[in-house]
């Protein structure tokens, strides 16, 4: 018998309803006296991904209509942005209204430009910035289930699945607002050994050559049964995404890897992004597992040392309680939160590139009830280049129409810190971003990459494949053939909004260059690093020759790259269960922590594995999933 039960909607709720309040907000008691030239006006502005152009209609003192016309955005995140924001600011003639939950860049972005419409208009902007919209909770709910997962992304949506299928009724909440802002559904793969995909192609890779390469590359600093049992299950997990819908092919990921040709087992995912969600969807829809979004869990509830569910608020206030058996800590980690950054990451500067809604609730939540944290703390850092605070269109996906400048924060030139010097072998970031490379960025963020002009126009005219080869660079470089044709071609203008945003600085000397963000050994840095160019040995850290490049033509440019980051890697210690433990390593009955949430499964540097990350998610998912059905059905 499905025990999910709803117990308390009251007539307020019908209330709300016939009020015209079912979107969990009303008007403020602000009311302001607004005139407009009326007409139709365009502004553009920059998004998550793409420009976004909109038009704003108005008559004299309204706003009549608001229009997107064009756009590049994520697709799926935006319907839910085009369906919600526009008509929110019509209904509500209001800009201080609510933005999706894991889309706010591009929420932001529609609200700016209706903005600047509003000025062009001849209205005052600030004023329907002001007019804040009250939310309106309802009356608390009370739901009772056998597992509930707090979080959907990789993990949790595996944790659900097997849960289901395993005999247990599942409840699952998520703090975004579809489970297209999670980027388990849009990364490349998963790292799996003996999948169905493999057997085919009769692969060498086994389960030991995957699982004690990781030890070695740990040094045996992570949960050993736990990483084992993971690999054990990850053909099992990828099995069970086949068996939904997904299709995969071996790949040799574009990074260098011990694992690639007849020992890969990176799984390369072939369907389109809207597929994988219908999947999702399909998926817990067909296993029966209710999913609250837009829901934040806060604590957990306990009986004795028991955890036996989650106080939770919906975005309009709603109270949300679950009752469980077993609760599932599936949150992504916490790179969206920068006091844990700065706690756990010695103030590094670390921003988000696609997991701001990672904030640590789920450590956070597990630390309350007496659980600890493991001792590994690391970064899946972003392989498309650098980000900076200042920006509007830094780097966060493989799209060349955001600032290519940011490239020159892992094409492997002369990287400096904040005092002006050498800290790193700069090739590590163009073979291995996400693993070497991203540790020595991490400890030195912000950094600054150093560039002539020679060097400009070489990757606006040659880009970095043909310059490198021209350089020594061998036939089978890894990572080269993921550069081949991709110019810079727009690099001049990138250039320029770099400088007037202020994280870039042009100049015609060195010693001008170092002033500008206060590098004061700069000078002396370059003067030996050109030394090593002209010797072609780079004698301090014995970087690749072909990653050598004088700076040597007037102008000179420094870039201010701040590190980027998919999502944090420790957490909460748990054994090879991934039941949550306490200082005594002892198991919390009924808490489960998994994915990124879970310090026990990662290493620093991230494993030199492309897929590993995903691969470890889906898997612990699967693995909960399991345990947390067996625990409720014995108890």
Not at 113 to 142: F, H, W, Y
Request: hydrophobic share 35%; net charge negative; with cysteine.
């Amino acid at each position: 018998m499905n025990k999910k039960v709803k117990r308390s909607l009251s007539v307020l709720i019908v209330f709300f309803m016939v009020m015209g309040l079912l979107a969990g907000c009303g008007q403020s008691d602000t009311t302001a006296d607004v005139s407009y030239s009326p007409g139709t006006y365009t502004a553009e502005v920059y998004g998550y991904l793409s420009y976004l152009t909109v038009e704003t209609t108005f008559n004299d003192s309204e706003i009549t209509d608001v229009k997107v016309v064009e756009q590049s955005e994520t697709p799926e995140l935006f319907t839910l942005v085009e369906n919600q924001v526009p008509g929110a600011i019509v209904e509500n003639q209001s800009l201080g209204i609510d933005t999706v939950s894991g889309a706010t860049i591009s929420s932001m972005a529609i609200i700016n430009a209706v903005s600047e419409c509003v000025d062009q208009a001849g209205g005052d902007a600030s004023v329907l910035r002001a007019n804040k919209i009250e939310k309106q909770p309802g009356e608390a709910e009370e739901y009772t289930t056998d597992v509930v997962i707090i979080g959907m992304g990789a993990s949790g949506f595996m944790a659900a699945h097997n849960a289901a299928i395993n005999g247990a009724d599942v409840m699952a909440i998520e703090k975004g607002a579809s489970v297209a802002v999670s980027n388990g559904v849009k990364v490349s793969g998963p790292f799996a050994v003996d999948t169905p995909v493999l057997q085919a192609q009769d692969s060498k890779l086994t389960v030991d050559k995957a699982f004690y390469h990781m030890m070695d590359y740990s040094h045996w600093s992570v949960n050993a049964a736990l990483v084992k049992r993971s690999l054990e299950t990850s053909s099992e997990a990828v099995t069970q995404l086949m068996d939904m819908g997904y299709e995969f092919k071996e790949a040799d990921f574009r990074f260098e890897t011990p694992f690639k040709g007849e020992y890969g087992g990176f799984h390369l995912i072939l369907n389109p992004l809207e597929e994988r969600v219908n999947i999702w969807e399909s998926t817990l829809e067909k296993d029966g597992v209710e999913v609250l979004y837009n829901t934040v869990g806060e604590k957990l509830i306990t009986d004795g040392d028991m955890v036996v569910g989650v106080e939770a608020t919906k975005k309009d206030g709603t109270k949300v309680t679950i009752n469980a058996e077993a609760v599932i800590l599936a949150t992504g980690g916490f790179v969206g939160n920068k006091e844990m950054i700065e706690k756990y990451f010695s103030g590094a500067e670390i921003n988000p590139a696609g997991g701001s809604l990672s904030t640590g609730d789920g450590i956070n939540m597990a630390l309350e009830v007496g659980a600890v944290m493991d001792k590994t703390f690391g970064i899946c850092g972003s392989e498309y280049g650098g980000t900076n605070t200042k920006a509007s269109r830094s780097a966060k996906q493989d799209k060349y129409d955001q600032n290519t400048a940011f490239k020159f924060g892992v094409y492997g030139g002369l990287y400096v810190d904040a005092q002006g010097e050498r800290f790193m072998n700069e090739g590590q970031m163009v073979d291995y971003p996400m693993s070497f490379g991203s540790e020595s960025i991490i400890r030195n963020s912000p950094y600054y990459a150093i560039v002539d002009q020679k060097f400009v126009d070489a990757m606006k005219t040659q880009g970095l494949y043909e310059y490198t080869r021209e350089k020594g660079a061998p036939d089978d470089w890894t990572i080269g053939n993921y550069y081949k044709g991709k110019i810079l071609t727009n690099l001049d203008a990138d250039l320029e909004e770099g400088i007037k945003e202020g994280w870039i600085y042009k100049a015609d000397t060195i010693e001008e260059l170092a002033e500008y963000f206060d590098t004061p050994n700069l000078a002396k840095t370059v003067e030996t690093y050109n030394s090593f160019v002209e010797g072609g040995k780079d004698l301090l850290f014995d970087k690749n020759p072909m990653y050598l490049s004088e700076i040597g033509e007037a102008p000179y440019y420094i870039i201010e790259n701040e590190f980027s980051g998919w999502s944090t890697i420790g957490g909460i210690r748990v054994d090879a269960s991934l039941r949550a433990l306490n200082d005594d390593n002892k198991p919390i009955p009924g808490l489960y922590v998994i994915g990124a949430d879970a310090g026990s499964l990662f290493s620093t540097p991230y494993y030199d594995i492309p897929g590993s990350f995903y691969g470890l998610a889906i898997d612990s998912g699967t693995i909960a999933g399991k345990e947390t059905a067996a625990y409720v059905l014995e108890n």
